[in-house]
C-alpha cells in the first residue's frame, strides 16, 4: 500500500491515541433526570464527560475554601464533593434531601432546602453537623442569605410565602405571603427580591417583616435570580414566558429582555462577560452575549438544573 | 455517614446521546404543560407535570411499538379467528388507562413521595438508604448493567406476587379478571382490577424502596421489557425455540398460563419476562401446544362485559357473590378443554403446579 492511501488510517489513528486537547475552564452542568454532571470545555464548548451521582440532583455550590464543588442529590439523599478543578468525586455525605442550598457569607453556616420533605436544615459548614432543623410548609425552594450572615430567607414555593430565618438565634423570625408560587430569592441593596414563578414579576421585600414594597414585572413565570459578578445588574428567567430579563440593580428597571429557547433556569457567568444559561427541557445549555443577543448551544444531559463555571480548571 | 470515594476516572462515564423521550416530554412541558399551569395558577406543579409528561411519553411510545410489532404478527399468525372482537377493545381501553392515562401520574407521584419520606428519615437516623449500587459499589459507574440487576430483582419480585395472587382465593377473585379473556391479544397485559393493580403497586412499592430503585433512566430498556410483556399475550403461534423460550418469555409460554387448564389456583409459568424463576422455582411448564385462554370460573361479565362491568364483577367475585355457579361451569368447561395444536400440555415442561 502506498503512502498516500495509508494517510487517512495514519490520521485516523493519530487522532485516536492523542492526547485530548487541555481545557481552558470547566463548566459542570447538574443533569437532574440523567443523574449526573456534564463537564464541559469551557474554550472548545465541548461536553468531555459526565460525572455519575445517585439518583436526581439540582443544585451545586462551591464551598467557602473553593477546595469542593458541592452537589446535592435529592432523591439520593446525598451531597457530592467534587474536585471543582477535575469533577473527581472526592467525598459522599448522607444528607436528606438537599435541592438548593447555600453557605452564609462568613462560611459558618451551610444552609439546605428541603423541597419535598418540607423542612430547612441548618448544618455547621466546618463540621457538617446537623444544628438545627426547620419544619415548614411547605416546599422550601430557594435560599439567599443578608450579606452580614445573620439571617437566611427560603422561599415557599407551595404556600405562597417567604421565611426569614434568624441565624443568631436559630429561630424563625417571619414567614409572610409574597405571591404566587415563590421561587427564586436575591438580595439586592438592601431588600430581598422573590421571583414569583406563578405571577410574572419580581417582589421586592423588606428584609425587616417580610412587607412586599414592589413589584416588578419581567415576564411569565419568573423563577430565578442571578446577579451579575459587577453588582450592576440583575438577571430574571421566566419560566413560562421563555425569556431573561436584565434589571438595573440599582433602580429595577428593565434594561433588556432575551428570548432563550427550551425553560430557562439557572445561569453562571463567565470572565469574558458571557452567560451559561441551562436550558431545562431541550438537553442543552446555551451561552449568551449579552452584548450581541447571540445564543450558542451545548448539548448536555436530561433536565440540566445547576451550572457553575471554574474559568480557571486546566 | 460518609464515603470516601475511588479515583476520578473510575467514576467518569461517557457522553450519552440525547433521549428523545425525555426531549418530547420537555417539549409537551414546555409548549402545553407550563402555560397551562401557568394559567391555572398551578406553577407549583411544574415538576410533577414533567414527570406525568415523561410517563404519557413512555407509555404512547410503548403502545405504537407494541401495536406495530405485534398487530402484523397476529395477523400473520394467528392462532384463533374471532368475529366479534368486542371483547378485545375493552382491553384496548384497559392499555390507554394503565400506560398513558393517570394511572402513571399516580403511581409516580406516591412512589415518589414514599421514596422521599422513608430515605430522608433514614438519612436522618445516619442511615444510608438502601440501594444497590450502596451495596456494590463497583455499579455507580456502570448505570445499565445497574438497571439491569433492578430489573432482573423486580421480574423475580413480580414473580411471587404474580403465583401468590394464584394462591389465595381472595386475591385470586380479583386477578381472576386479567385471566377471564378468551380473547387474549397483545392488548390484554393491562387488563387487571383496579384493586389488583393497586396491590401490585404496594407490592413494587416495598420492593422498591428495599433496593432503592432508581427513577426512569433508562427509558428505551423500560419500553423493552414492557414490549415482551405485552408480545407475551399476543394471539399468535410463536416460540423463540428451545433455548430462546429459556431466556425471555415467549407467547407460547406465557400462553399455558392464561389456559383454560392453569386458571385458578393450579396455574404454571407465572414469569412476567424472564422464564428463569419459573425454572428455578419448579412453575415451568415448556410444552409446546397453545391453549385456549379464558378462566370459566369468571363469569361472563368479567369475559365480556364493560370496563365497569368487569370492574363490578371482580368486586361481587371478591365478594363472593357468584362462586357456585363459576364453580360449575368451571369444571364443566375445563372436562371439554383440549389444545388448539400442538403436543398435549404438561409433557415438554417441568410439571404444573
Known amino acids: 500500500m502506498r503512502l498516500a492511501a495509508r494517510l487517512p488510517l495514519l490520521c ?41 451521582m445517585l439518583r436526581e440532583p439540582h443544585h451545586l455550590v462551591l464551598s467557602p475554601d473553593g477546595k469542593y464543588l458541592l452537589v446535592g442529590d435529592t432523591v439520593g439523599n446525598a451531597m457530592f464533593f467534587l ?16 435541592y438548593q442550598f447555600g453557605f452564609s457569607p462568613n462560611g459558618k453556616w451551610l444552609v439546605v432546602n428541603g423541597l419535598a420533605r418540607d423542612q430547612v436544615d441548618v448544618y455547621d459548614a466546618g463540621t457538617m453537623k446537623l444544628v438545627r432543623r426547620f419544619p415548614i410548609a411547605s416546599m422550601p425552594s430557594h435560599l439567599a442569605f443578608s450579606p452580614d450572615s445573620s439571617k437566611v430567607y427560603v422561599s415557599l414555593q407551595g404556600s405562597n410565602r417567604l421565611a426569614a430565618i434568624d441565624l443568631t438565634q436559630l429561630a424563625v423570625i417571619w414567614d409572610v405571603p409574597v405571591g404566587s408560587t415563590p421561587a427564586g430569592v436575591l438580595w439586592n441593596r438592601g431588600h430581598v427580591l422573590v421571583a414569583d414563578m406563578g405571577a410574572d414579576y419580581v417582589a421586592e421585600v423588606d428584609p425587616a417583616d417580610g412587607k412586599v414594597i414592589n413589584r416588578i414585572h419581567t415576564g ?17 428567567n421566566n419560566r413560562a414566558g421563555g425569556t431573561i430579563t436584565m434589571l438595573d440593580a440599582a433602580s429595577l428597571a428593565t434594561l ?58 486546566p | 455517614m460518609t464515603h470516601q470515594c475511588g479515583a476520578a476516572a473510575a467514576l467518569l462515564e461517557p457522553v450519552p446521546m440525547p433521549d428523545p423521550f425525555d426531549l418530547t416530554a420537555g417539549w409537551i412541558e414546555q409548549h402545553l404543560l407550563i402555560p397551562l399551569l401557568y394559567q391555572l395558577g398551578w406553577m407549583r406543579w411544574e415538576d410533577l407535570s414533567y414527570g406525568w409528561a415523561l410517563f404519557a411519553v413512555y407509555g404512547a411510545v410503548q403502545v405504537a411499538v407494541t401495536y406495530a410489532v405485534c398487530l402484523p404478527l397476529e395477523r400473520w399468525r394467528p392462532l384463533e379467528h374471532w368475529p366479534d372482537r368486542h371483547a378485545v377493545g375493552v382491553d384496548v381501553l384497559y392499555t390507554i388507562i394503565s400506560r398513558v392515562g393517570v394511572l402513571p401520574l399516580v403511581t409516580f407521584v406516591a412512589f415518589y413521595q414514599a421514596q422521599v419520606a ?14 444497590l449500587e450502596g451495596l456494590f459499589p463497583f455499579l455507580l459507574g456502570h448505570p445499565v448493567l445497574t438497571f439491569c440487576l433492578y430489573a432482573a430483582i423486580l421480574d423475580c419480585a413480580d414473580y411471587w406476587r404474580h403465583r401468590l395472587s394464584h394462591m389465595f382465593r381472595w386475591w385470586y377473585a380479583l386477578h381472576s379478571l386479567h385471566h377471564a379473556q378468551r380473547q387474549m391479544t397483545f392488548w390484554s397485559d393491562d387488563r387487571n382490577h383496579i384493586l389488583d393493580d393497586l396491590i401490585a403497586f404496594f407490592w413494587f412499592l416495598a420492593i422498591g424502596l428495599l433496593i432503592g430503585i432508581p427513577p426512569m433512566q433508562f427509558p428505551l430498556l423500560v419500553l423493552v421489557l414492557r414490549f415482551i410483556e405485552s408480545l407475551s399475550h399476543a394471539n399468535t403461534r410463536l416460540s423463540f425455540g428451545w433455548l430462546g423460550d429459556r431466556l425471555v418469555i415467549s407467547p407460547r409460554f406465557h400462553r ?57 364483577a371482580g368486586l361481587r367475585r371478591l ?19 383440549t389444545a388448539i395444536s400442538g403436543r398435549a400440555p404438561g409433557r415438554g415442561g417441568k410439571r404444573m403446579v
Not at chain 2, 422513608?118 to 440501594?131: H, K
Not at chain 2, 392453569?262 to 428463569?276: H, T
Open chain 1, 12 to 52: 485516523l489513528l493519530a487522532a485516536l491515541f492523542a492526547p485530548p486537547a487541555a481545557a481552558a475552564g470547566l463548566a459542570f452542568v447538574v443533569n437532574s433526570r440523567s443523574a449526573s454532571v456534564s463537564l464541559i470545555d469551557m474554550t472548545t464548548l465541548v461536553e468531555l464527560r459526565r460525572v455519575p
Open chain 1, 83 to 98: 474536585d471543582p478543578s477535575t469533577g473527581a468525586v472526592k467525598q459522599r455525605l448522607a444528607v436528606a434531601d438537599p
Open chain 1, 220 to 236: 411569565s413565570g419568573a423563577h430565578q435570580l442571578f446577579a451579575s459578578p459587577d453588582g450592576k445588574q440583575v438577571y430574571v
Open chain 1, 256 to 313: 433588556r429582555t432575551y428570548r432563550v429557547p427550551g425553560g430557562p433556569d439557572d445561569l453562571a457567568f463567565a470572565p469574558d462577560g458571557t452567560i451559561w444559561i441551562t436550558c431545562r427541557f431541550i438537553e442543552k445549555i446555551a451561552v449568551l452575549n449579552p452584548t450581541t443577543g447571540e445564543l450558542h448551544t451545548v448539548e448536555v444531559g436530561r433536565q440540566p438544573h445547576g451550572i457553575f463555571l471554574n474559568a480557571t480548571a
Open chain 2, 118 to 131: 422513608l430515605n430522608g428519615w433514614m438519612t436522618d437516623q445516619g442511615w444510608v438508604p438502601p440501594t
Open chain 2, 256 to 312: 399455558w398460563h392464561h389456559g383454560i387448564r392453569a386458571a385458578g389456583r393450579r396455574s404454571c409459568n407465572y414469569g412476567g419476562v424472564l422464564p428463569w424463576w419459573d425454572m428455578l422455582f419448579g412453575s415451568a411448564d415448556f410444552s409446546d401446544s397453545y391453549a385456549p385462554t379464558g378462566d370459566p370460573g369468571a363469569g361472563e361479565a368479567m369475559a365480556t362485559g364493560s370496563y365497569l362491568s368487569q370492574q363490578w
Open chain 2, 319 to 337: 365478594a363472593g357473590l357468584h362462586g357456585g355457579d363459576a364453580r360449575a361451569a368451571m369444571a364443566s368447561r375445563r372436562a371439554g378443554v
